[in-house]
Structure formats: C-alpha cells, structure tokens
C-alpha cells in the first residue's frame, strides 16, 4: 500500500530554513505528480506545492512562492521541500500528499512533521 514518510521539521527562529523530505514506496513513484500541503493549529489544509512525474513543471501557493522550493529524487523515491525565510506564519504541519494541486486535500499522506517557526 501507498506509504509517506515526512521527515526534516522542528523548531526554527523566524528567517531560519529547514529541509523537509518525504520516503514514498508502495506505488510507482515516477509516475505521480506529488504535492505538499500543511495544516496550521485551528485551520484547514492548506495546499503549499506540487511537482509533475519527472520534476520539470513546479507549482507554488502564493504565500510560500519565493520562499519555497519543491524537488524530488526519482531514484530515491523522495520528495524534498526546501522552505527558507520562515516566518510564524509557516508554523504547521506539513504533509507530503501523492497526488497533484487537485488532490491535495484527498489524496494519501503521511503522518506529516511539525515544523514551529519562533524565537
């Protein structure tokens, strides 16, 4: 079955950076398009970025676009979200979601790493 495995999230001063992976196995990774999405404290899931099968075509929310940046290792399996200049406002849950923008509140994710941005 389709397993997400997010890693990379912790606390983090406002302006700092983190780098989040997801381990994806269960299904043909090279031929989805994955998303990410985050969810803040008393909020709904929000769609953050999306990245097409073979990572040429990117897409990005408005309040992370700049800051943020979606890739992915097709040979390892892995979808990398690189968020720099984090602000409180970034504080959330983010998930990996297996699937594109469309998807992102519907398709399988994982547990998801919590990433606090605070001084």
């Known amino acids: 079955q389709v397993q997400l495995v997010e890693s990379g999230g912790g606390l983090v001063q406002p302006g700092g950076s983190l780098r989040l992976s997801c381990a994806a196995s269960?299904?043909?990774?090279?031929?989805?398009?994955m998303s990410w999405a985050r969810q803040a404290p008393g909020k709904g899931l929000e769609w953050v970025s999306s990245?097409?099968?073979?990572?040429?075509?990117?897409l990005y929310a408005d309040s992370v676009k700049g800051r943020f940046t979606i890739s992915r290792d097709n040979r390892k399996k892995t979808l990398n979200l690189q968020l720099t200049n984090l602000s409180p406002e970034d504080t959330a849950v983010y998930y990996c979601?297996?699937?594109?923008?469309?998807?992102?509140?519907?398709?399988?994710r994982g547990q998801g790493t919590q990433v606090t941005v605070s001084s």
């Open positions: 979601v297996k699937g594109g923008q469309k998807y992102y509140n519907r398709g399988p």
């Open positions: 269960g299904f043909t990774f090279t031929s989805d398009a």
């Open positions: 990245i097409d099968s073979p990572g040429f075509q990117t």
